[in-house]
């Protein structure tokens, strides 16, 4: 059978981004979760095609795109901000192509199936991991049977899989990569990878959505596996940089020392992943022999300079360790990605204060830093808690985003998150509040072609300049 896929990642940056500026982390990436859904239908000797929405010019493209292609299956991935999008989606598969079946599956079908299976442009909502249930499906509809209309798939061996479809997407982008080796001073071309599935941690903004799609046990692939993977991609790209998306590579001690050694004999290039602070700040020893073995950067999510907000976030960290993990990696010469977050529900203007306070003394050991106003996503405890006590501010794809305008949470008191947000990033009040309102797609539409007329005037001054000085 003939499948397409649709990446519908245009809730931050809108259409037309794909590789392009302002650079975000959504501009250049490939989804590994299409590419391995990609790489399985292949396997199993179906044709698969995909639509990225951010190479796309408008809806109009996208139309075309449908039009243009033919398919009796179509998957959609959605995460929660991008549930409209995604929806918007369907329905113009399902005008164009009358009798085609549409399923869509990740984070947000696994958390909240009811906002499809309501939805007549849905025939088929995959909750959970999608490689054999994809397969599955696509074996039932080629029987002529009909699969349920909600179902759990199973979780695969990790070894097992072909190495994903990276070639589905525009893998230049992703070469190219844009935000993240720019802004960490990483190396060119620059591919990702995945080594596992799941986290054991429970943060309260996160957890059990996150259970919700990998299940409760953490997966990772044999170090053999991931070499294998990595070998054809040096082959393929002469990568020089590699960044790891697992949610927390380092917490299987063993195995992340096993994977630096093996790597170390063979890759010279330096790797980037995620990380805890509690796991940094409490082995140094681990972090000095990755650093060895070429960990150049680690992105921490720090989230809060107060130890209540932590322990409400059921973080598992302190303040001090925040502060300790970012000295290690200073002293070691790892750099520091730092994620915070402002605007939780019941965080006050002084524990804001304190998280500013935070960035601000750690500017020294943070190479990049992320201040993000809190969003409550679906599925997670903090936003079940806020949902029951009545907090939604908006409780759709714009209060879900976590850079979006607006208040997300009752009670919050959004002038002291602008206040906070200025003094982390040593901006004024007034700069913080409109870099906020800036980022609403709405007002991106009319601000981004500005910004691009104003580089076009740049540009018109700078061969003026030339041409005066000749
Ligand atoms: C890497 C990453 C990013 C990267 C790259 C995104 C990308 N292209 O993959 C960047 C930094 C760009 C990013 C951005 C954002 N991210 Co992000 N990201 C991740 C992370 C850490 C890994 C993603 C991954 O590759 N997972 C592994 C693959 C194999 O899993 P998967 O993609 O979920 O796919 C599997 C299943 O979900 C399912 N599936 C997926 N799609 C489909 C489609 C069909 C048809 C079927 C049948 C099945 C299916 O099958 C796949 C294979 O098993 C996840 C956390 C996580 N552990 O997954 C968060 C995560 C996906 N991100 C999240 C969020 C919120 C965002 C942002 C919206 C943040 C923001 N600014 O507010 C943005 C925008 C997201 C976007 N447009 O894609 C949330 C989503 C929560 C939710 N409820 O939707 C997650 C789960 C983190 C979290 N716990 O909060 N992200
Ligand atoms: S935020 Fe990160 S460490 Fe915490 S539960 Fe989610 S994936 Fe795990």
Not at 370 to 375: K, N
Not at 419 to 437: D, E, I, N, V
Not at 441 to 469: F, H, I, K, M
Request: hydrophobic share 45%; glycine share 10%; aromatic share 8%.
């Amino acid at each position: 059978m003939n499948v397409i896929l649709v990446y519908p990642a245009i809730a931050g940056a809108g259409f037309g981004c794909l590789g392009r500026r302002p650079w975000s982390p959504e501009t250049h990436l490939i989804h590994h979760g299409l590419a391995s859904l990609g790489a399985c239908l292949a396997a199993a000797g179906h044709a698969v095609d995909l639509i990225d929405l951010r190479a796309l010019r408008g809806w109009g493209g996208f139309c075309r795109a449908v039009r243009s292609r033919d398919s009796a299956l179509w998957g959609i991935s959605v995460t929660s901000p991008e549930r409209d999008i995604a929806l918007r989606c369907a329905h113009i598969i399902r005008q164009e192509h009358l009798g085609a079946r549409v399923v869509v599956g990740g984070a947000h079908p696994s958390v909240c199936p009811s906002d499809f299976t309501a939805d007549p442009a849905i025939d088929h909502v995959i909750q959970g991991e999608g490689e054999l249930a994809l397969v599955v499906l696509v074996d039932a509809l080629l029987r002529g049977e009909s699969p349920p209309q909600v179902w759990r798939g199973a979780a695969p061996d990790l070894d097992a899989l072909p190495f994903v479809a990276r070639e589905l997407f525009d893998v230049g982008a992703e070469l190219r990569g844009g935000f993240y080796p720019t802004r960490l001073g990483l190396p060119t071309p620059m591919v990702t990878l995945i080594a596992g599935r799941g986290c054991r941690y429970n943060c309260a903004f996160c957890q059990p959505a996150e259970r919700a799609v990998f299940g409760p046990r953490v997966r990772r692939r044999s170090i053999d596996h991931v070499l294998a993977e990595l070998r054809v991609l040096r082959e393929r790209y002469a990568f020089r940089s590699l960044m790891i998306h697992d949610d927390c590579l380092l917490e299987d001690r063993a195995w992340a020392l096993r994977f630096a050694e093996a790597y170390a004999s063979e890759f010279g290039q330096p790797w980037f992943c995620q990380a805890r602070a509690d796991i940094v700040a409490g082995d140094e020893d681990l972090i000095r022999a990755l650093r060895e073995a070429g960990l150049a950067a680690l992105s921490i999510g720090f989230e809060s300079g107060s130890d209540r907000v932590l322990r409400l976030l059921h973080k598992g960290t302190t303040v001090a360790q925040n502060r300790w993990a970012a000295e290690v990696c200073r002293r070691l010469g790892v750099r520091v990605f730092g994620n915070y977050m402002l605007g939780l529900p019941s965080e006050t203007p002084a524990e804001m204060m304190a998280t500013a306070q935070l960035v601000r003394d750690m500017e020294g050991a943070v190479a990049l830093r992320s201040v993000s106003v809190y969003a409550p996503s679906p599925g997670s405890a903090l936003y079940e808690q806020c949902r029951r006590d009545g907090l939604l501010l908006q409780d759709g794809p714009a209060g879900y985003r976590r850079d979006r305008l607006g208040g997300k949470v009752a009670g919050v008191d959004y002038i002291a998150v602008d206040r906070a947000m200025a003094c982390a990033l040593g901006l004024s009040p007034a700069r913080a509040a409109l870099r906020r309102w800036t980022a609403h797609p709405a007002v991106r539409c009319v601000v981004e072609p500005l910004r691009a007329l104003g580089s076009v005037q740049a540009g018109l001054d700078t061969v003026r300049r030339v041409v005066y000085r000749l």
